[in-house]
């Protein structure tokens, strides 16, 4: 009876043990597929967001392209022209875009409307919204939108001033916004709830998935707490994805500027939603939870060192031990971005090393390649220092750290010394030595012109006999 209790109370405590561990693995597994998920979704909604971004922004282009050409040819013909009237004319009804075709006006009163429009007698053409707003703009531009009374359609004026004279002339038209309604329609058919596009200065909105926000400010939507919050977001002017209150659910929110416009385009992703299909499937796939944490614990024990080391050594010269070409540009692009236009790149080159394998063989020339790399990692240790093997007998050298034109010749007249020093008594006959090409990063916008610019200055230092540095 005793052995039984023991028996029994082993099991309990074995239980106790193993239960707890294993429900903190499902939850901690659960946790990770939900992040998962999510994480997906995200990734997917961005390059929703971002489709129908470009999207709109290609069809904004297109117009502003269409309508540039009329310009172009009015201020050529000019306004005294019947050609100019004609071709204008010939604007309206062409176009989806813009179906009532060009208009324009001048400060002496004068109005031309391409499909055949006459304003009443009370029309002042200089008060007109379109007017004011070419005045500040020589270059066609997007205006802000508004709901057309005759139509009902939301549209906006593309407006800009003709380059002619004497009068002052403001040339427009109104694009019809139906495709941005089209695309907000479009990119809520899946888990996207929401989508809309509104202005960034007036937080008009200008097309939206619910067509009854349309024409209304996005700041006045009290009575939404997601649109309430998604317009603290443009206040504070945060683009990209951020996740929201909304009023039943956390959305979340993705936020892209359309170019060639003022406009925000905002999609909006009910979080619930997103995660209602894992909710039914989570509790059959306990099992397969409980094998899959445990499988993913002994696997990354397994291979972590193994990938480190893998990793490690793809970015490594097998011979010098030093940087190859891959790594070495990864660490100087990312020391660039973390301290712009800081820094100066050194391309070296050793001279006379073919003599070195032709007269001694391979196997000293891998000898001296060593030697040489050995040199480098010495001489160059500060924190900033990047070193590697490019090629052959070519290395780099990356000092990232702010330094002077008269410190790097002196740093680089110095480290000449050293190279003679090990090198003159070890290949007297071969006279190996080293040609520097050094670009400042101060005069430079990237990696690929810093390099350029190293590259040019060590073919120089060649040029003029080898054994020398150039800086440029």
Same mark, same amino acid.
């Given at each position: 009876?005793?052995?039984?209790?023991?028996?029994?109370?082993?099991?309990?405590?074995?239980?106790?043990?193993?239960?707890?561990?294993?429900?903190?693995?499902?939850?901690?597994?659960?946790?990770?597929?939900?992040?998962?998920? #999510?994480?997906?979704?995200?990734?997917? #909604?961005?390059?929703?967001?971002?489709?129908?971004?470009?999207?709109?922004?290609?069809?904004?282009?297109?117009?502003?392209?269409?309508?540039?050409?009329?310009?172009?040819?009015?201020?050529?013909?000019?306004?005294?022209?019947?050609?100019?009237?004609?071709?204008?004319?010939?604007?309206?009804?062409?176009?989806?875009?813009?179906?009532?075709?060009?208009?324009?006006?001048?400060?002496?009163?004068?109005?031309?409307?391409?499909?055949?429009?006459?304003?009443?007698?009370?029309?002042?053409?200089?008060?007109?919204?379109?007017?004011?707003?070419?005045?500040?703009?020589?270059?066609?531009?997007?205006?802000?939108?508004?709901?057309?009374?005759?139509?009902?359609?939301?549209?906006?004026?593309?407006?800009?001033?003709?380059?002619?004279?004497?009068?002052?002339?403001?040339?427009?038209?109104?694009?019809?916004?139906?495709?941005?309604?089209?695309?907000?329609?479009?990119?809520?058919?899946?888990?996207?709830?929401?989508?809309?596009?509104?202005?960034?200065?007036?937080?008009?909105?200008?097309?939206?998935?619910?067509?009854?926000?349309?024409?209304?400010?996005?700041?006045?939507?009290?009575?939404?707490?997601?649109?309430?919050?998604?317009?603290?977001?443009?206040?504070?002017?945060?683009?990209?994805?951020?996740?929201?209150?909304?009023?039943?659910?956390?959305?979340?929110?993705?936020?892209?500027?359309?170019?060639?416009?003022?406009?925000?385009?905002?999609?909006?992703?009910?979080?619930?939603?997103?995660?209602?299909? #894992?909710?039914?499937?989570?509790?059959?796939?306990?099992?397969?939870?409980?094998?899959?944490?445990?499988?993913?614990?002994?696997?990354?024990?397994?291979?972590?060192?193994?990938?480190?080391?893998?990793?490690?050594?793809?970015?490594?010269?097998?011979?010098?031990?030093?940087?190859?070409?891959?790594?070495?540009?990864?660490?100087?692009?990312?020391?660039?971005?973390?301290?712009?236009?800081?820094?100066?790149?050194?391309?070296?080159?050793?001279?006379?090393?073919?003599?070195?394998?032709?007269?001694?063989?391979?196997?000293?020339?891998?000898?001296?390649?060593?030697?040489?790399?050995?040199?480098?990692?010495?001489?160059?240790?500060?924190?900033?220092?990047?070193?590697?093997?490019?090629?052959?007998?070519?290395?780099?050298?990356?000092?990232?750290?702010?330094?002077?034109?008269?410190?790097?010749?002196?740093?680089?007249?110095?480290?000449?010394?050293?190279?003679?020093?090990?090198?003159?008594?070890?290949?007297?006959?071969?006279?190996?030595?080293?040609?520097?090409?050094?670009?400042?990063?101060?005069?430079?916008?990237?990696?690929?012109?810093?390099?350029?610019?190293?590259?040019?200055?060590?073919?120089?230092?060649?040029?003029?006999?080898?054994?020398?540095?150039?800086?440029?």
């Amino acid at each position: 009876m005793k052995a039984k209790h023991r028996y029994i109370w082993a099991n309990i405590k074995l239980v106790g043990t193993i239960v707890p561990v294993v429900l903190v693995m499902i939850v901690i597994y659960f946790m990770l597929v939900r992040g998962e998920v #999510l994480t997906l979704s995200k990734e997917k #909604l961005a390059l929703e967001s971002q489709y129908y971004a470009e999207e709109i922004s290609t069809w904004a282009r297109s117009v502003l392209s269409e309508v540039n050409i009329y310009k172009t040819m009015i201020e050529q013909l000019g306004l005294e022209n019947e050609d100019t009237y004609t071709l204008m004319t010939t604007s309206a009804g062409t176009h989806e875009a813009y179906p009532y075709g060009l208009y324009m006006g001048d400060d002496q009163g004068n109005y031309f409307d391409a499909s055949g429009w006459v304003p009443d007698e009370d029309f002042v053409v200089t008060e007109r919204d379109w007017y004011i707003e070419g005045l500040n703009h020589d270059d066609l531009t997007f205006g802000e939108p508004y709901v057309d009374a005759m139509t009902g359609g939301t549209c906006v004026s593309v407006t800009c001033r003709l380059n002619t004279a004497p009068a002052v002339t403001v040339l427009s038209t109104d694009v019809y916004l139906d495709y941005a309604s089209h695309l907000v329609s479009a990119v809520t058919s899946d888990k996207i709830e929401h989508a809309f596009f509104v202005t960034r200065e007036n937080r008009l909105i200008v097309a939206d998935s619910n067509a009854s926000m349309v024409g209304l400010s996005l700041s006045e939507q009290s009575d939404s707490l997601l649109y309430k919050n998604v317009s603290r977001l443009l206040d504070a002017e945060k683009t990209g994805q951020s996740s929201v209150l909304g009023d039943e659910s956390v959305f979340i929110v993705d936020i892209n500027v359309i170019p060639d416009t003022d406009w925000y385009f905002v999609t909006c992703m009910n979080r619930n939603e997103v995660l209602m299909d #894992l909710w039914r499937i989570e509790f059959p796939m306990l099992l397969l939870a409980v094998i899959a944490c445990v499988l993913l614990f002994i696997l990354t024990s397994i291979f972590s060192k193994e990938m480190i080391t893998i990793r490690t050594k793809a970015r490594l010269d097998p011979l010098t031990k030093l940087l190859n070409r891959e790594g070495f540009e990864e660490l100087v692009r990312l020391s660039l971005e973390d301290r712009p236009r800081q820094g100066v790149l050194m391309i070296i080159d050793m001279d006379n090393f073919k003599l070195i394998n032709d007269q001694l063989g391979h196997p000293v020339g891998d000898q001296a390649l060593k030697d040489f790399a050995s040199i480098l990692e010495n001489y160059f240790n500060r924190n900033k220092d990047i070193v590697c093997r490019l090629a052959g007998d070519e290395f780099a050298v990356f000092v990232g750290r702010d330094i002077t034109t008269s410190e790097t010749e002196s740093m680089l007249s110095k480290f000449m010394s050293v190279v003679h020093q090990n090198f003159d008594h070890k290949f007297p006959h071969q006279k190996l030595s080293a040609s520097i090409g050094a670009g400042a990063a101060v005069n430079c916008e990237s990696y690929e012109t810093l390099y350029q610019t190293a590259d040019k200055a060590l073919y120089e230092a060649k040029w003029n006999g080898k054994d020398q540095y150039q800086i440029r």
